[in-house]
């Protein structure tokens, strides 16, 4: 699974962004905005053995990839939970689940959902938004 992103100039900086992660950062070169972007995943996952891939694609844009995908799901979700300003419980409420460990899982990384699950768990937390999910070209 990859989660798209976007290089753009600002004066003497590059900027790099990955939307639906809230992630924001910049370097003087391009190199160095993708490895510092690379850096802002490995920091917030903080797992041994954490690997990102940056796949570049036409334009300015590119690909963010990594070896864990639980790891990442479950970053996007929590990101756009805060974001949102949901707690846990207010999340598994807008689920109708009976208990907030069931929406917690997938936070945890313990469970990876389908996307139609990642579907239904985007719309409880940030139902006011758009995530588009399109198929990669990108080899």
Sequence with gaps: MRFQGSL????????VEVPIFDALTQGHTR??????IADWFVS????????????KTAGDTF????NDVRAMVSLMLRRQRQKSGLTLAQVA???????HNAYA????GLTV??????????RAIAPD???????????
């Design 8 to 15: 753009s100039r600002d004066g003497n900086w590059w900027l």
């Design 31 to 36: 190199k160095e905005a993708f490895a510092m």
């Design 44 to 55: 917030m996952i903080d797992r041994k053995e954490f690997e990102v891939t940056i796949h």
């Design 63 to 66: 690909e963010i990839g990594s």
């Design 93 to 99: 409420e807008r689920l109708h689940a009976k208990s």
């Design 105 to 108: 899982r997938y936070e945890q």
């Design 113 to 122: 959902p389908t996307v139609e699950k990642l579907d239904e768990l985007l």
């Design 129 to 139: 938004r758009d995530v588009v999910v399109r198929q990669s070209d990108a080899a």
